[in-house]
């Protein structure tokens, strides 16, 4: 298929094998049988056949439907056919799969997507705003674990524990950690939250390993 389309300039053929290719590969390789079906599609849309790469499209979603590669492109066909519903729900899915805002980043620069750049824009507001009420609340867990560090080195000090001496430590590394999401935050850009939600996942779990520890 690639020697005929990308070599030969014969479309059609290479219509013909890249499907071959997507039949004989789905028993032993979904992955492989979908990238043939994505090349097709893409002939399909170079030959103005808009429909036609988008039922290709959708057989790839049929072998694997959770692949953020072959949301993205449904999408894609979608929105080009007028499927202004699908198109987005698609792009919803691809996000919610990936956490990865490179889709979205590409879908802004895809001429593919021109029918529903109005949606397209609600969705990455929707997406930015789920994803700081994530961090948000991940950032809350930080905080009350902070307070139990504190509580606790309190609590030591007062008892004459002198081993307790590391959750000072921990504290200075929450507030650091803290102060770093939060300047993450200011910006409210996806990109950011998503960083920060990474660094807060990171953050909370070494913290309760810490305070645990430190329990015992």
Partial sequence: GNIYYYHKKNNQKALEYYQKAAK???????????????????VYEE?????????STGLAIGLLPEDPHNLYNHAAYAAMTSRTGEAVDCLRKVEIKSKDATYLIAADNDERFSNVKQKKEVL???????QRKTVDALRQEIAMLQQDFESASKVAKEVGITDFNSSIKEIGTLNNGLAEIDNLCASNGYVDLLKAEKIAHALYTDGMKAYERNIE
């Fill in 24 to 42: 004989y590969a789905a028993p032993q390789s979904k992955d492989d049988a979908c990238k043939a079906l994505l090349c097709a599609a893409n």
């Fill in 47 to 55: 030959l103005g056949k808009a429909e036609d790469a988008y039922k």
């Fill in 124 to 130: 990455k507001k929707e997406i930015r705003d789920g």
